[in-house]
């Protein structure tokens, strides 16, 4: 049997590209103190060799694993998919790499979640939590974890957090229904967080501030997906058939307006004729739908690259201690999914 191949050391770069173990150190970490020349140098001899740090090793010694630990509501949708691409293009600017993860809207997996990753050493959190005081955030403040909370906003001032000016978006969206014609809606909504329930704020003051009732309109809750929202639909019509539809549907996001557009188009809905439907953040599948999706537009990416840039100022104490509050201003996205209704 063949001897195994010996893994290259970083004394083998060192003599391959004539320098010291220290120098090849630097230079793979992009320290300013190595200069460019020296630093192509030890990056091909590595290359050629075939060697890989160890980061384990590196993190014991530096007590840091350039490691930031995630925890996101629900990786599947298409919002949480784009905020964590704006989470780590930031980090790789600037070395680290991420550990991402999803509580499904659970509030026992998310504080397991950020058990494991304290166990795991992460230098830092970004979380997206069920409630700004959940247990998982109150346990990452007493083990005096960095952290950063997206989606969310928090009472407690010594939190950092970013989020979307929800209110202002449910009103937006509401109201534009309102100036096409529309007086009577059908709320697809959700309880879970209290983004969402500020969108269906924004959405009932925006109602009785042109005289309409709430106890007037249609109100589905707990709408937190895309099966969701079908089988609300679907129950919807078969108790009260499609003649009951009221002429627009409110979505609390582009996930469950895609989910109530399927149903209804399956069963012989015209969308927009028959039924106008406006969702909520902008995902990247809006413009491609079958009918192109009118939405409130949030900036998903700009609030990862904001958390992410927060946490990692707090982690290299540039901001001493100092917490952060961000609101992000929604602004409507007019498609083809909405059209005038003729009261």
Not at 38 to 50: D, M, N, P, Q, S
Not at 169 to 195: C, V
Not at 330 to 336: H, S
Request: net charge positive; hydrophobic share 40%; with cysteine.
């Amino acid at each position: 049997m063949p001897e195994a191949r010996r893994a290259p050391t970083i004394g083998d770069v060192a003599r391959a590209a004539g320098v010291a173990k220290s120098t090849v150190s630097r230079a793979l970490n992009d320290s300013t103190r190595i200069g460019e020349p020296t630093k192509k140098r030890v990056r091909a001899a590595a290359r050629r060799l075939g060697y890989e740090p160890n980061y384990i090793a590196r993190s014991l010694t530096k007590k840091s694993t350039h490691t930031i630990g995630v925890i996101l509501e629900d990786i599947l949708n298409p919002f949480f998919t784009e905020v964590a691409k704006g989470i780590q293009t930031t980090l790789r600017k600037s070395g680290y790499t991420m550990l991402l993860t999803s509580s499904g809207y659970r509030a026992d997996e998310e504080l397991e979640l950020a058990r494991t990753l304290l166990r795991n050493k992460v230098d830092g959190v970004l979380i997206t939590p069920l409630a700004a005081d959940s247990p998982a955030v109150r346990l990452l403040q007493k083990r005096r974890m960095p952290f950063f909370i997206m989606n969310e906003k928090s009472e407690d001032r010594e939190l950092s957090w970013v989020d979307s000016d929800n209110l202002e978006g449910g009103r937006l969206a509401t109201e534009y229904l309102l100036k096409l014609g529309h007086r009577r809606f059908l709320n697809l909504s959700s309880n879970a967080l209290r983004g969402t329930r500020d969108r269906f704020e924004g959405f009932r003051r925006a109602i009785e501030a042109r005289g309409l009732r709430l106890e007037d309109q249609v109100v589905l809750r707990d709408a937190n997906s895309q099966a969701d929202a079908c089988a609300l639909v679907t129950e919807f019509i078969r108790a009260h058939g499609q003649q009951a539809l009221p002429s627009a549907l409110v979505a609390v996001n582009d996930a469950v307006a895609l989910g109530a557009m399927e149903c209804l188009l399956a069963q012989g809905v015209r969308i927009p004729e028959e039924v106008s439907i406006i969702g909520y953040d902008d995902i990247y599948l809006a413009p491609f739908l079958r009918v192109p999706l009118t939405t409130v537009h949030q900036s998903k990416y700009k609030m990862g690259e904001i958390a992410a840039s927060g946490l990692l100022n707090r982690i290299s104490l540039k901001e001493n201690g100092q917490a952060h509050h961000f609101l992000i201003k929604p602004r409507l996205i007019v498609r083809e999914s909405c059209q005038e209704h003729n009261t």
